[in-house]
């Protein structure tokens, strides 16, 4: 294992599943019919076909990064890797916090430019 906790099985299984499924195209067809998402694996001699999203968060223990504007305040304290409390805090110190109907949605880019102006 490395200091990350990725040991270099996983790091040449996943590279090599990136370059076989975007260099060949090959892949299972989703029942969407859509395979650009899939990354093929190769394991004990298997082939699995499993998708980025997944495969980069439980393989490599990575998190999903957001591409969302808004969140709502469990996922984005998970996002920010800190207490949903804290977060909440945050959020309102931020003045990011919309209300639509009875749900509290957060701005992220609200967020991240009050986080770089008062942590400098």
């Known amino acids: 294992m490395t200091q990350e906790g990725i040991d270099s099985e996983s790091i040449e299984m996943f590279f090599k599943g990136k370059q076989t499924a975007r260099a060949s195209g090959a892949g ?14 190769y394991y004990n001699d ?28 469990k996922e984005g304290a998970e996002l920010y890797s800190m207490s949903e409390r804290k977060f909440t805090e945050l959020a309102n110190n931020a003045d990011a916090v919309m209300h639509v109907d009875k749900i509290a949605l957060v701005n992220i880019e609200r967020l991240d430019q009050f986080i770089e102006l008062n942590n400098r």
């Open 28 to 41: 299972r067809r989703s029942r969407r019919g859509n395979d650009d998402n899939l990354v093929m694996c």
């Open 46 to 73: 298997r082939i699995f076909y499993v998708p980025n999203e997944v495969f980069s968060t439980v393989l490599l223990g990575a998190k999903r990064m957001s591409n969302k504007k808004y969140v709502r305040y």
